[in-house]
């Protein structure tokens, strides 16, 4: 596995990331408030996740959520599939997708900007929960965490920059600079290879691909049409200054005799 940690691309269209910022602070607002907090006010995390995470199988109307944990009637349980990206089961699942958010939320936000961004992170994490949903059918678990929308922007960062080199945690414990098309690339093929083998496992790997998926076909409908995408501009230190008003060297007469 890859944990990323600093990619260092720079931010050309916006001036803040705003909304990557907002994103990653409401999450994390979300875990105290359930978490940390005294849960009397809000209820603990087991009553959150059945209450506002997304479960296949009421979600499908094959069961019926029993009364005391309707936050929501039956008519807007579709709103669960976004309210479950912003729960989390402890600090390190937490962590474990905010990281990613931040490493690639800004450049991602910046290629399509802040309102299209917001669209972009939305269906990223509703299309995550209902590929969940559509393979899990049946399921009584309740689908929490952001990595659906976490594996959009990695697919969309991929597409975008994939020859950006990224620093990151190999294996969880060796760090290395890599170019994104060899760590994100690894990184998105071990999800559909996951997929395909554990699909019985504690991590939703349908999420993540489904996810994935939306990300990178989101990313080509939404960017900037200034934005290209695999990396294809031409971008220059930022030590470098082209000043097409600069005279010219002086010519230089060729001497007649030859070099010794």
């Not at 905010?98 to 290629?111: C, K, L, Q, S």
């Not at 691909?209 to 995408?229: D, I, M, N, S």
């Not at 200054?241 to 005279?247: D, H, I, R, V, Y």
């Given at each position: 596995m890859f944990i990323?940690?600093?990619?260092?691309?720079?931010?050309?269209?916006?001036?803040?990331?705003?909304?990557?910022?907002?994103?990653?602070?409401?999450?994390?607002?979300?875990?105290?408030?359930?978490n940390v907090l005294d849960s009397s006010l809000i209820g603990d995390l087991q009553y959150i996740s059945l209450s506002l995470g997304h479960i296949p199988s009421i979600?499908?109307?094959?069961?019926?959520?029993?009364?005391?944990?309707?936050?929501?009637?039956?008519?807007?349980?579709?709103?669960?599939?976004?309210?479950?990206?912003f729960i989390h089961a402890d600090l390190i699942h937490l962590a474990g997708n905010m990281i990613f958010v931040w490493v690639f939320g800004d450049n991602v936000e910046d290629a399509l900007g802040h309102i299209k961004f917001i669209i972009f992170y939305v269906l990223c994490a509703v299309a995550a929960v209902w590929f969940h949903g559509l393979v899990f059918a049946d399921s009584d678990g309740p689908l929490i965490g952001a990595s659906g929308a976490a594996a959009g922007l990695v697919t969309a960062y991929?597409?975008?920059?994939?020859?950006?080199?990224?620093?990151?945690?190999v294996l969880f414990r060796i760090p290395l600079r890599l170019p994104a098309y060899i760590a994100l690339g690894g990184w998105v093929a071990y999800q559909f290879i996951m997929f395909l083998i554990d699909s019985d496992g504690q991590i939703s790997w349908a999420s993540h691909v489904g996810g994935a998926l939306t990300g990178?076909?989101?990313?080509?409908?939404?960017?900037?049409?200034?934005?290209?995408?695999?990396?294809?501009?031409?971008?220059?230190?930022?030590?470098?200054?082209?000043?097409?008003?600069?005279?010219?060297?002086?010519?230089v007469k060729q001497s007649p005799w030859g070099r010794g």
């Amino acid at each position: 596995m890859f944990i990323p940690l600093y990619d260092g691309k720079p931010i050309k269209h916006i001036s803040l990331q705003w909304v990557t910022l907002t994103i990653i602070g409401l999450n994390v607002a979300v875990y105290l408030m359930v978490n940390v907090l005294d849960s009397s006010l809000i209820g603990d995390l087991q009553y959150i996740s059945l209450s506002l995470g997304h479960i296949p199988s009421i979600g499908n109307d094959l069961k019926t959520l029993p009364a005391e944990y309707q936050l929501l009637s039956d008519d807007y349980y579709f709103v669960t599939m976004l309210t479950s990206a912003f729960i989390h089961a402890d600090l390190i699942h937490l962590a474990g997708n905010m990281i990613f958010v931040w490493v690639f939320g800004d450049n991602v936000e910046d290629a399509l900007g802040h309102i299209k961004f917001i669209i972009f992170y939305v269906l990223c994490a509703v299309a995550a929960v209902w590929f969940h949903g559509l393979v899990f059918a049946d399921s009584d678990g309740p689908l929490i965490g952001a990595s659906g929308a976490a594996a959009g922007l990695v697919t969309a960062y991929l597409l975008l920059h994939p020859k950006m080199k990224i620093w990151g945690l190999v294996l969880f414990r060796i760090p290395l600079r890599l170019p994104a098309y060899i760590a994100l690339g690894g990184w998105v093929a071990y999800q559909f290879i996951m997929f395909l083998i554990d699909s019985d496992g504690q991590i939703s790997w349908a999420s993540h691909v489904g996810g994935a998926l939306t990300g990178a076909l989101l990313v080509v409908v939404l960017k900037r049409r200034a934005v290209p995408l695999f990396d294809r501009e031409v971008i220059l230190p930022d030590a470098v200054e082209l000043k097409p008003e600069a005279s010219l060297p002086p010519e230089v007469k060729q001497s007649p005799w030859g070099r010794g």
